[in-house]
């Protein structure tokens, strides 16, 4: 099982474990032959690092089976702390394509918990590079689902400073959005959009994976281990969906197993917002839930009929599950799912015709009336064979411990009674218990050695199963049979303190471990001073009109990531190839910023999966590289694959590389020329990173991202495919946008390859704090054009170089020309401009 700690877990507000309560789970769970698995996957400030190095030892002494983790800096410090503790990479570290498997094992990991955006056939390709590389797979089969990629979500952030990297997420998706459209401006921002009329109102919502009907076909997939999201939930939740999933995998080895309708309603009565296959089995088209957040329960029927006279009400049954008396159930009326009204059902209801009479209070319940929908959410009773977990009721076992037994008697008449101890098929120890007692010559009535055998192949409530029993009891022999029976238990006490207590750190690895831990925290600092850069900035456009006007603003960097054709992809083989298309747009790209005093690079989408990779042969042989300098990305995997695929070229790092801290930014050092610190960070953060983020003159450049409409969002969901009479993609001049509940509109559009894109409601601009960010080294700073049209870009491009300039020539007006330019820049941006996070930081309280 995995669980989290009271510190860096990405569930923060769940009821994590304090230390002293997850030192007793890891003895009861290894007692019972379950391994335990702590997230430990935030991403960390450099002022957290020394206790979260604390946090490990203390995992590692209380022999957790492996910790998982987000963080590459984290996963580095564990490695060198603590070689032996297993550490596994969090879904939250986006790993989707085998080139982020190569960066997981050149961390040290063992194991990847895969982005839940796979296919099982991508999973089945990356499983030949994961043996490869000796890494686990492991992939979730339940529990509630992230719209955005994991890791790459910042919606929560933006909005209310509750940064799901931090594990703070408020889950901003769970809320109604309306949809808008409309022409845009030069500046690409919206006029007069208006709504665009849609039944459903919670447009990021997804359902809830269940891939309880597809089990067979996943457990043949090469993985190592399914996840069951069971955090934030209740015990019964867990106990329930962990029991069938259970039954269901023994059945499967067994070679008997179909889906059974008992447990598909116990699972969805234990909760569910409707349930989907997902990406790995049903494709990203079977995932959204957009009509309701929360739970759906079953669906019974129709209110067809209201008599508010007699209370009576008539419900027309069209599933095959009947509210009962005691249970919970929902009143719904479509599209206005804010109006339900919930009741138990008190008396045993008459059915009649396909008619359900219920009897209650109607009153002025909004919900109650013809038409609505009637959802059972909670059974009084548990299901005949999903064997809901209620309270009170026995937790089943599933035992995981096999213990033989061999008994025999000695010569002084001692019974000795060993125990040859397997966990999940494989060989633990031995353990010998001499019992208390003498065995004696019988006197009236022996104790034969049938009698001895059944006693100690008894079940009881251990967690074990006794495999195979031998004796060795001669005849004539007598004892009581509660001393037999003590001998067992006792034995069996002895096996589950030995399990409870092994793969601890012998006390001179604690030792050493902490004299390690003092180095790496106190003994290091910069090899050589920072070396001084001077200031670049990193324009980034999505069209050839974007390149020539930002080619007339001087000399720099431009970024090019090809926007969508007018037939973007679809990600399931519709449409144009995305990687011929950007080759298409690059070579028009290169030609307009040729002998312009450019540097061309080539912006890569922030999901690259293997299909993607797979391109670059094609892309070598059509020459498309001829005038591009470098590659941004942003991912590590995504560097690897760069890399490999143009040896010798220089590769940029984005922000969603997620750097945070001085020891991530050395880990990365090795794969990229430059690197985007994250835009969570603040003034504050940087100012303890960026100095001494550099260790050799070969150091990267630090950037940081200082203008645009912040990428918040990426996901599988086709979000534009809502559209009236289209499917996906942007006609002419079109914006299209998601308002919530306080007129805030995000910008939605595409990648080239289909997904998703969501921006931040109001734009960064941070040129008055160039100076501040050029104080501390930061040298590139990124400008973010894409969805602007060429006119923003060229624009905005001037305003920055001026500002560039402005710094250059220094004098005491530096300050005020900046504030000047930044209201230029407030004129051209995209709902108002903000500083974000990067003055007052992000709205947490300390661990």
Partial sequence: MYLGGKRFSARQYAGNFDDRELGKAI???HG???????????????????????????????????????????????????????????????????AGLEWAASLGLSRVVLARELSLGEVGVMGEAARRLGLGLEVFVHGALCYSYSGQCLLSSVIGGRSGNRGRCAQPCRKPYTLVRGNADEYGRPRRPAPVPLEDRYLLSTKDLALYPYLDRVVRAPVTALKIEGRMRSPG?????????????????????????????????????????????????????????????????TVEILDKASGFIGVRLTGTTVPEKGDGIVFRVPGKEEEETGMVVRRAPAIDAGILWLQGELGDRPGIREGSRVFITRRARPAASGKCYTPGSAIPRWPRVQVDLDLRVTEAGKPVLGGSVSR????????????????????????????????????????????????????????????????????????????????????????????????ALHGGGPVSAPVKRSPELIILTDTPGGVAGIAKEGSGWIALEPAPGKRPSTGNGGGPDPVKEAGRVLREAAGLAAGTGRTLLWKWPRVTGDSWMGGMAGILRDGVMAGISGILVEGPGAALAARAAFPGIEVHGGPGVNAWNVRAVRVLSTLFRSITLSPELSLGDLRGLVPRAWFSGDSPALGFLVEGNLEVMVSEDRLPSLLPGRRGGHRGREF???????????????????????????????????????????SHFLVDARGRGPRYAREIAALYHEALSVMEGGGDGVAHRLAELREECRKRAMGGITRGAFLRGLGEEEW
């Fill in 27 to 29: 003895e009861l769970a």
């Fill in 32 to 98: 019972r032959g379950v391994r335990v698995y702590v997230a430990v996957n935030t991403l960390l400030h450099d002022r957290e690092i020394p206790e979260a190095a604390e946090y490990l030892l203390f995992l590692a002494e209380a022999a957790v089976d492996a910790v998982l983790v987000q963080d590459p800096g984290l996963a580095t410090l564990a490695r060198e702390l603590v070689p032996s503790l297993p550490l596994h990479a969090s879904t939250q570290m986006t790993i989707h394509n085998t």
């Fill in 237 to 301: 939740y867990v106990a329930t969906v962990t029991g069938i999933y259970r039954r269901a995998l023994d059945a499967i080895a067994a070679g008997a197993w179909a889906p059974s309708p008992a447990d598909e309603e116990a699972l969805a009565l234990a909760f569910g917002r409707g349930f989907t296959g997902g990406c790995l089995c049903e494709g990203p088209d079977r995932i959204m839930g957009r009509d309701a957040p929360d739970q759906r329960g079953i669906l019974a029927g």
């Fill in 424 to 519: 999940n098929g494989m060989p633990v120890t031995s353990i010998t218990r001499e019992g208390n007692f003498t065995v004696e010559p019988a006197h009236a009535r022996e104790l034969t050695a049938t009698e001895v055998e059944e006693i100690l192949a008894r079940r009881g409530d251990a967690p074990f199963t006794t495999v195979r029993v031998k004796v060795e009891w001669p005849h004539g022999l007598y004892a009581r049979k509660g001393d037999i029976g003590g001998l067992r238990r006792d034995l069996l006490a002895d096996v589950e303190r030995f399990l409870a207590t092994s793969g601890r750190l012998e006390p001179g690895e604690v030792s050493r471990a902490r004299e390690r831990l003092e180095r």
């Fill in 736 to 778: 299209l946008g998601i308002r919530d509940g306080t007129a805030r509109t995000f910008p939605v559009g595409t990648d080239i390859c289909g997904r998703t894109r969501v921006s931040n409601s109001v734009e960064t601009c941070l040129i008055d704090q160039l100076p501040a960010l050029a104080s501390l080294g930061i």
